[in-house]
């Protein structure tokens, strides 16, 4: 039976990635820093994932399972070693504290003649593979790294952080929607591809990566945004809002019609795509939260993330952002907020955020940026936003209004 190690057995890598190899007949091993998830993984040989809907919940075991302690590094670079797969399902901001393992793991493999190993990275980050090269370059040598496939991933399954009632019954529980196609880099894959139903090799993966973040993740960001300053708490109820569903579905035209000019990609399947994911947003059972999905303001308008990214992408076509300003906008202010002060130079504290001083996007969201500000009451806020956009888009001539 072939080996997939996962490291970090949380909502993805048990809400997704185990599934994926488990019913492909793989045994599947997390490699995690939890004791009590590790031991309750070791114990059980098994976890439940419940795919949920608004027509109900589908039970399915995950198994065979068993864990590693990530904080034993012998084990942990002797599960590495063995793996015919690892996947990385860590979080962005702790790709760095798995290198140790995943370098002693390499090392020990080589020595014992074993062939490459390819590492999955299903993170949120725009050029995770380089960010992981620039990592393991300092403790591996030229030779062992060529070994190592640095493999981006596009997770586009939504796995919301798990209901505290229900793991309190269940700890191991993880509950996830159906989305269940997980598309990889196929150039940077050594060796012979897997089969994996639902692992879908792409090239190039540019695009691939592209999309996911400036439009499921920018369209979710919108959402999750405009739903915290209108008073709701989770992402379908923000949805469901009609002004909210404009401006997330008119954000995510937006962006698909540039990704459709810069790589040449069918507008139609891209329009479709984005309808899809609006849908998907609209999963109640999920109870996914807008704080969850908002959560790091400053990463999430960095200049190379999902919302100014978006919009950088969207200007490269001579086009105006004026829904990505829209977002980022919500974004400054839900931020603001959460520090508990107004900024006394929001567009000083924009443009450290984004790295854009000047230009549409600027402008527009701090035409945006005031426009939320000065409201005494959020009553008919969505409704103003989209005027202002109208407002925007004719100005500058642009397709595309919401009215």
Known sequence: MKLAVIIGAGNIGRGFIGQL???????????????????????????????????????????P??????????????????????????????????????????????????????????????DADAYIRSLLEPVLTAEELSSVGLVETSVGRMVPVPDKTLTEREPLLVRAESYGVLPFDRDAWLGELPDVP??????????????????????????AYLGTLCGYSSIAGAISDPGIRIAVREAMISSVRALSKRYGQDLDALLEHGADLVRRFGNRALGDTCARVGSDVPRKLAKSDRLTGAALSVLQTGERPVWMSLGAAAALRVYELSEGADFPDPGTAFSALTGVGEGPYYEDAMTFYHAIRNRVSTAGLEAELIGLADGMLAESGADGSAS
């Not at 045994?27 to 995690?32: I, K, N």
């Not at 309750?40 to 419940?50: I, K, T, V």
């Open 198 to 223: 639902g692992l879908l090799p792409m090239s190039p993966f540019r695009f691939v990566v592209e999309r996911k973040l400036y439009v499921h993740n920018m369209g979710h960001a919108v959402c």
């Open 21 to 63: 190899f488990s019913e492909a007949g793989w045994e599947v091993c997390c490699l995690d820093v939890a004791k009590p998830v590790v031991d309750a993984l070791n114990e059980a040989g098994e976890y439940p994932l419940d795919i949920v809907s608004n027509t109900g919940t589908v039970r399915k075991i995950i198994s």
């Open 65 to 126: 399972v068993r864990a590693v302690d990530g904080n034993d590094r012998e084990a942990a670079a002797r599960v590495t070693a063995d793996a015919d797969v690892c996947v990385t399902c860590v979080g962005a901001k702790a790709i760095k504290y798995i290198i140790p393992n995943l370098a002693a793991g390499v090392k020990l493999r080589i020595s014992e003649g074993r062939g490459p190993l390819n590492l999955l990275i299903c993170e949120n980050l725009m």
